[in-house]
């Protein structure tokens, strides 16, 4: 059992908790997951590390609501535990120093990039953040992006909070002024896939993290399977970071679309369940 130590309301969507793990938190490095299930009967969702602390022995695990399990998180409180937890997975993020790179984040993906930002600065990187979301409201972190940034750029979709604009505007503005060695790009799928056009045009070599369906986090179900350069590779144990150029952006599409119905008939069922029993968490972990 992982205690949560701590918790945070981002968004009105997005939540933070931190979670006791010292072994993962002694571990962990930029880039890696963990595997989490709430509780004992609850699926396996992986989450990137959002951030963690050594000396305290925690992690920070940034989610934002989408589904039943990430619904049922978001119930609960500092006191309750996680089922299990475990981590870190997946290769950590190449941190060189390559002279110039950008960080490009895209809604609860600022979450998964900070960490990369914040290796790539101390390995004395001049570091670029554009980070964007629907709206100002979905907004976090701004400032501790910025921490690191020689020139941080914040966009929204709707133009509700500073620039109006996909986050591959500003991102192909930067690449068009100034030689950047590399970019990384973490957020929704299609976010990913634009950038990576983007980067293209400027022959520019772009990283993802690669959110594909994943059950066990070893490679031994194969449900996180991506097409990499015409070969197939897990995204658990070969990932989750890929060469963006490379990337079956189509298939990854499509296999994110498989089990979009049931997804929203357990959230449904979730939240009909969690209403009639009238209780925060009682109840939802009965529906769970």
């Known amino acids: 059992m992982y205690e949560i130590v701590g918790k945070e309301q981002l968004a009105p969507v997005t939540t933070l908790l931190r979670v006791s ?96 930002a914040r290796a790539l600065r101390s390995a004395g990187n001049k570091v670029h953040t554009i980070m964007g979301c629907r709206s100002k409201d979905l907004i976090f972190w701004e400032e501790k992006m910025a921490a690191l940034s020689d020139e941080p750029l914040v966009c929204t979709d709707d133009g509700s909070y500073k620039r109006k604009a996909l986050v591959t505007e500003p991102l192909a503005e930067l690449l068009e002024r100034e030689r950047v060695a590399r970019v990384w790009a973490v957020g929704p799928a299609i976010m990913m896939k634009f950038s990576a056009l ?45 060469d963006g150029h490379l990337v079956n952006w189509d298939l990854l599409l499509e296999k994110q679309r498989l089990y979009l119905d049931s997804e929203r008939l357990a959230l449904e069922r979730f939240r009909e369940q969690q209403c009639a029993c009238g209780s925060r968490k009682e109840g939802a972990h009965e529906a769970a």
């Open 21 to 116: 793990a010292p072994e993962v938190a002694r571990k962990a490095q930029a880039g890696q997951f963990v595997i989490l299930i709430a509780i004992e009967s609850g699926e396996r969702i992986p989450l990137t590390l959002g951030d963690w602390d050594r000396e305290k022995g925690t992690v920070d695990l940034v989610f934002q609501q989408v589904g039943k399990t990430t619904a049922l998180l978001a119930t609960f409180e500092p006191g309750d535990s996680l089922y299990a937890l475990t981590g870190p997975l997946g290769r950590p993020s190449e941190i060189q120093h390559y002279g110039t790179v950008a960080c490009v984040g895209g809604g609860v993906g600022i979450a998964a990039v900070y960490p990369i």
């Open 198 to 242: 983007t980067c293209k045009r400027y022959e520019t070599p772009v990283i993802v993290s690669l959110n594909s369906i994943m059950v066990d986090g070893t490679g031994m179900c194969g449900a996180c399977r991506v097409e990499i350069g015409g070969e197939t590779r897990f995204a658990c144990v070969d990932g989750p970071e890929f």
